[in-house]
């Protein structure tokens, strides 16, 4: 869904600041302004009640039954309460008995209402007939033993206009408040957003031949130093992971070339001169041979590159370990007997764990090849199998070869590394064989290390989980 909020993130911060600075503005003054009327207008009334309890003490009845209230001045000058307020006193029955000079015509109300003016003061704001608006306050009064209501009622004008005056002037003031609020928000929303824009454009900057390159953090230790310290960690992944990808994809190409170059050899001498039938079957054997080379060489890249992509999916069954390094044995022993190699087998027989049995047997394959290829003919190779702590299994080849220095040692799991290209080419080798075996162990959520020293024989520990986990 598109939102009628602009795209910009520094003009919705403005417009938000904006809009809150207006909210805020409005309910502060419109709060101040309700307070000030109610106070002003409470105040009235207090006045009103006041001056009624002076009232009463003005009026009586004359012996002739009129009602008399002492408003002359001159002589009652409490009576000026009577000139300034707007004052009229009713029968019960609702007869007017007096209303003074102020209130002239007009009516502070007909008939009593019920309960008006009983068990003290009754207040209510009212509007006379001419549009002026008082609060009036009433209460009943015995006079003479008879029953009378006074109305006192006081104009409420000054503090309307002292109301109208207030907010004219707030509404005088709001546009420049306002103007102040888009000037700061702008500028703020400028500030805040200077170094998210920074980091965007040098960002922009790094493509995939600079991305060597870095955004600056400068140590403020804020949200945008950590945004452009994640950003940084990014980069370096993604630079590790292409630098990884250059050097496989050069590695491939120069394997992929030597088989090449000697079927091209190959043809090349076949087609230089007459050769018997004999030469020709021995010359198309080797190609057939290179060939070989090349199919597998081939199926290593294919299977690295579908492990590298997460195009394989491991099929889990219970796999017996020590079955399995006995079928391992079984298929590489022609390979040990030529070299009158002896392969032992021990350990747990009925450790098992759940995996996927085509990749656990590839990787133990390349391992147990390994021990054959390198070691010296009538060397002895053993496979152990151990349960660990109840969880794990391990399969451990030791074998007596030539051993690993500890410089190689970090790094033959690495793809393409071989320690010494000419013999382990010479042994057929890509480099690729314990690449492939860690990244089937790892699959398995399992672990492969080596521990060796030159000289003193190598043993590979493949550790795996016994429960499998997809
Ligand atoms: P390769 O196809 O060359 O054997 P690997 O990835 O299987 O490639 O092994 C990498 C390198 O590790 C080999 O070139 C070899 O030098 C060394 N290596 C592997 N296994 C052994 C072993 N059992 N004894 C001595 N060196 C070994």
Same mark, same amino acid.
């Given at each position: 869904?598109k939102?009628k909020?602009p ?25 101040t ?14 006045f009103?009640?006041e001056?009624l ?9 004359t012996?002739?039954?009129r009602?008399?209230?002492r408003?002359?001045y001159?002589?009652?000058p409490?009576s000026k ?19 003074n ?21 009754s207040?209510r704001?009212?509007?006379?007939a001419?549009?002026?608006?008082v609060?009036?306050?009433?209460r009943?009064?015995?006079l003479d ?10 104009s ?7 109301r109208?005056?207030f907010l ?8 420049f ?5 888009v000037l700061?928000?702008?500028?703020m ?16 900057r ?11 953090v400068?140590?403020t ?15 370096s ?8 990808l ?15 170059a000697a ?11 007459e050769?018997?039938?004999q ?5 198309v054997?080797?190609?057939?041979e290179e060939v ?5 060489l081939?199926?290593d ?13 491991l ?14 044995i ?9 070299k009158e190699q002896?392969?032992?087998l021990?350990?747990?027989d ?5 995996a #996927?049995?085509?990749?656990l !047997?590839q *990787?133990?394959i390349?391992?147990v090849?390994? @021990? $054959?290829?390198y070691?010296?003919? +009538? =060397?002895?190779?053993?496979l152990?199998?151990a349960?660990?702590?109840g969880s ?5 080849i030791?074998?007596?070869g ?8 970090a ?8 320690? #010494?290209?000419?013999?382990? !080419?010479? *042994? ?6 314990? @690449? $492939?075996a860690?990244?089937?162990? +790892? =699959? ?7 521990s ?11 550790t795996?989980?016994?429960?499998g986990t997809?």
């Amino acid at each position: 869904m598109k939102s009628k909020w602009p795209a910009r993130l520094g003009t919705r911060l403005a417009l938000s600041y904006i809009l809150l600075t207006a909210v805020v503005m409005i309910l502060f003054t419109g709060g101040t302004e309700a307070v000030l009327f109610l106070q002003m207008r409470a105040q009235l009334a207090h006045f009103a009640i006041e001056d009624l309890e002076e009232v009463e003490g003005l009026i009586s009845f004359t012996p002739d039954g009129r009602l008399k209230v002492r408003d002359d001045y001159h002589n009652h000058p409490e009576s000026k309460q009577i000139l300034e307020h707007f004052l009229e006193v009713r029968a019960l029955d609702g007869t007017l008995l007096y209303r003074n000079d102020r209130l002239g015509e007009r009516t502070l109300g007909g008939a009593p209402q019920p309960g008006e003016g009983i068990g003290g003061y009754s207040q209510r704001s009212t509007m006379l007939a001419d549009g002026t608006r008082v609060v009036m306050v009433s209460r009943r009064h015995l006079l003479d033993g008879r029953p009378i209501l006074i109305r006192l009622a006081q104009s409420e004008e000054p503090v309307w206009h002292a109301r109208e005056q207030f907010l004219l002037a707030a509404a005088l003031m709001f546009p420049f408040m306002i103007a102040g609020a888009v000037l700061a928000a702008y500028r703020m929303s400028r500030r805040i957003l200077a170094p998210v824009e920074s980091i965007a454009s040098q960002a922009e900057r790094i493509t995939s031949s600079r991305l060597h390159e870095r955004i600056p953090v400068h140590g403020t230790g804020d949200e945008l130093d950590h945004l452009a310290e994640v950003f940084n960690r990014t980069l370096s992944r993604l630079d590790e992971s292409f630098r990884q990808l250059r050097q496989f994809t050069a590695d491939a190409s120069h394997e992929l070339r030597t088989p090449l170059a000697a079927i091209r050899a190959i043809g090349e001498v076949g087609l230089e001169r007459e050769a018997t039938p004999q030469e020709y079957r021995e010359l198309v054997g080797s190609m057939l041979e290179e060939v070989n080379r090349l199919t597998r060489l081939v199926n290593d890249l294919l299977m690295i590159s579908r492990g590298d992509a997460g195009a394989i999916k491991l099929n889990y069954a219970p796999v017996t370990v020590f079955d399995m390094a006995r079928d391992t044995i079984s298929l590489l022993e022609p390979l040990a007997e030529e070299k009158e190699q002896t392969l032992v087998l021990t350990g747990a027989d009925d450790a098992s764990v759940e995996a #996927d049995p085509v990749f656990l !047997r590839q *990787a133990l394959i390349n391992v147990v090849h390994n @021990a $054959i290829k390198y070691s010296p003919p +009538q =060397a002895t190779t053993s496979l152990r199998v151990a349960r660990v702590n109840g969880s794990s299994v391990a399969i451990s080849i030791t074998d007596s070869g030539p051993g690993i220095a500890p410089e190689h040692a970090a790094h033959i799991f690495d793809r393409f590394y071989r320690v #010494d290209t000419g013999r382990s !080419r010479d *042994a057929g080798g890509f480099g690729l064989g314990l @690449a $492939i075996a860690q990244w089937a162990v +790892q =699959a398995h959520k399992g672990s492969i290390s080596v521990s060796s020293a030159p000289g003193e024989g190598s043993t590979f520990l493949i550790t795996l989980p016994v429960k499998g986990t997809a």
